[in-house]
C-alpha cells in the first residue's frame, strides 16, 4: 500500500483481556517498529523487526507484551491480560533499511482499558 | 546515556508570530537530530533531520532547526505562524549512527491563534 496501515484505529477492550494490533508496512520495507505513545510522554520504543533477523525486544515493557512478523511483511502486537497503565497510542513504523530518516508512521491504534 | 528533553509541553503563538520550540539533548556520541511533526490523528512525519553536515537544516513547510553542540541544542523555528502548523513536534535523537533507534523527547503541543 502507499502507506503504513494500522488495524483497528481504536480499541476499548476491559482490564484482564489480550488485544492483538495490527501493522501493516509498506511493501518492500525490511524493518518494521513499534512504539508507545502515552499522552504527556512521548514515544516509547518497544520493539523492531530487520528482516530475518532476531527482532530487537528490549523496549517491551513487560511479558505480558509480545510481537510477531509473519513472513517479513506484516506483524501483530499481543498484549495480554491487559491493564489500565496499557491505554495509549500504539504507533509502528516501517523502513527499506535501518536509516531513521526513512521510517513511515501509522496513524495508529489507540487502546483504552476499561 | 542519551536523552532528549523538550522545553514546555504546550506552546502558543500567534498568526504571523515567530515559533520556537526547544530541544536540548545529551549524548555521549555525536547525534543523528530529527523534528518530527504529528496532526490530530495521525502518525509522526519527519520535518528535518540533522546528520552532521551543515549545522542549519531547512525542512518542510518552512521549518529550520540550528544544531549548536556548545549548547546542545537542536531547537525548532519558523519566522511565520500559519494555523495549520498546530500540531504536536517531537525532538528525536538517534545515537547509532543510521542503525538504531530513535529516542524521543516529550512532544511539545503548538497552538495557533487567529
Known amino acids: 500500500g502507499a502507506g503504513v496501515s494500522q488495524s483497528p484505529s481504536n480499541k476499548v477492550t476491559e482490564k484482564g483481556k489480550d488485544v492483538e494490533l495490527r501493522c501493516d508496512p509498506i511493501s518492500g520495507h525490511t524493518a518494521l517498529y513499534w512504539y508507545r505513545q502515552s499522552l504527556g510522554q512521548g514515544l516509547e520504543f518497544l520493539i523492531y523487526?530487520?528482516?530475518?533477523?532476531?527482532?530487537?525486544k528490549s523496549g517491551l515493557p513487560s511479558d505480558r507484551f509480545s510481537a510477531e512478523r509473519t513472513g517479513g511483511s506484516v506483524s501483530t502486537l499481543t498484549i495480554q491480560r491487559t491493564q489500565q497503565e496499557d491505554s495509549a497510542v500504539y504507533l509502528c513504523?516501517?523502513?527499506?533499511?535501518?536509516?531513521?530518516?526513512?521510517?513511515?508512521f501509522g496513524s495508529g491504534t489507540r487502546l483504552t482499558v476499561v | 546515556a542519551q536523552s532528549v528533553t523538550q522545553l514546555g509541553s504546550h506552546v502558543s503563538v500567534s498568526e504571523g508570530a515567530l515559533v520556537l520550540l526547544r530541544c536540548n539533548y545529551s549524548s555521549s556520541v555525536p547525534p543523528y537530530l530529527f523534528w518530527y511533526v504529528q496532526y490530530p490523528n495521525q502518525g509522526l512525519q519527519l520535518l528535518l533531520k540533522?546528520?552532521?553536515?551543515?549545522?542549519l537544516v531547512k525542512g518542510i513547510n518552512g521549518f529550520e532547526a540550528e544544531f549548536k553542540k556548545s549548547e546542545t541544542s537542536f531547537h525548532l523555528t519558523k519566522p511565520s505562524a500559519h494555523m495549520s502548523d498546530a500540531a504536536e513536534y517531537f525532538c528525536a535523537l538517534n545515537y547509532g549512527g543510521s542503525q538504531g533507534n530513535l529516542i524521543f523527547g516529550k512532544g511539545t503541543k503548538l497552538s495557533v491563534k487567529p
Open positions: 540533522y546528520t552532521s553536515a551543515a549545522t
Open positions: 513504523a516501517s523502513s527499506f533499511d535501518m536509516r531513521s530518516d526513512r521510517r513511515v
Open positions: 523487526f530487520q528482516g530475518n533477523s532476531a527482532p530487537d
